[in-house]
């Protein structure tokens, strides 16, 4: 049975930094693309980045703010974000092929 289960979610303050985790089982991690994407209140769910055998794509409004990786031998996909603005309030998704993982809550505020 396939799970993706993301953490490291949290309340920080414009400019903070937070690292975001995405556990992954059920299927051979090291072979596939992954991705994050979010989605804000009433807003459509949006990429943010992923990572695949020929590197790392990035939405324009994170590049060089954000940093994708993924760590093989523990079947985890990370999210490393810098700078972070209001605008990035979102749920962060981790995603596999079409299965989803159940979220992770980033609010940025002062």
């Known amino acids: 049975q396939v799970q993706l289960v993301e953490s490291g979610g949290g309340l920080v303050r414009p400019g903070e930094s937070l690292r975001l985790s995405c556990v992954a089982s059920g299927f051979t991690f090291w072979r596939y693309e992954m991705s994050w994407y979010r989605q804000a209140p009433g807003k459509e769910r949006e990429l943010v980045a992923l990572?695949?055998?020929?590197?790392?794509t990035y939405a324009d409004s994170v590049k060089g703010r954000f940093t994708i990786s993924r760590d093989n031998a523990k079947n985890t996909l990370y999210l490393q974000m810098r700078f972070l603005k209001p605008e990035d309030t979102a749920i962060y998704y981790c995603r596999w092929t079409n299965t989803w993982g159940q979220g992770t809550q980033v609010t940025v505020s002062s």
């Open positions: 990572i695949n055998g020929h590197g790392e």
